[in-house]
């Protein structure tokens, strides 16, 4: 018996920068990607995914309160925030909140998709 391909939900509000990873990604999972976060709940209430990558171009309240429904939604779940303009404040509670790692943008592409990697092998 196969395993089951990984499920892999990329969340962010400009797409064609996610482009390369998207196509590195899609070859080894099910790649399920989502302009903005408006349509997020449903798809969490739905399927089950192994990774969730959240790009979001400032990181508010807003973002932590996204990232509480997320992780109740989906406990088991890794989730990596992507995020143009780092507040330190919010970060650390976003660490406490339970997110796996934390890129700055301009993301570097290879790297993400290495740590992404390196999570679902360890999940």
Same mark, same amino acid.
């Not at 739905?46 to 979001?56: F, P």
């Not at 989906?74 to 890129?103: M, R, W, Y």
């Given at each position: ?13 400009? @797409?064609?920068?996610?482009?390369p ?19 997020l ?7 089950r ?16 309160? @996204?990232?509480?429904q997320?992780i ?5 779940t ?16 976003a ?9 700055p ?5 290879g ?8 999570l679902?092998?360890?999940?």
């Amino acid at each position: 018996m196969t395993e089951a391909p990984a499920r892999i939900l990329l969340c962010c509000e400009n @797409l064609s920068e996610m482009g390369p990873i998207a196509l590195a990604l899609a070859e080894k999972s099910i790649l399920t990607l989502v302009r903005g976060v408006r349509d997020l709940a449903p798809l969490l209430a739905e399927c089950r995914y192994q990774i969730i990558t959240l790009c979001v171009r400032k990181q508010t309240e807003e973002t932590l309160s @996204l990232l509480r429904q997320m992780i109740k939604l989906s406990p088991k779940t890794c989730i990596v925030l992507v995020n143009g303009h780092p507040n330190q404040e919010l970060l650390h509670e976003a660490f406490q909140l339970g997110i796996k790692d934390f890129f700055p943008a301009p993301v570097n592409q290879g790297l993400l998709i290495e740590r992404i990697e390196h999570l679902l092998s360890s999940a």
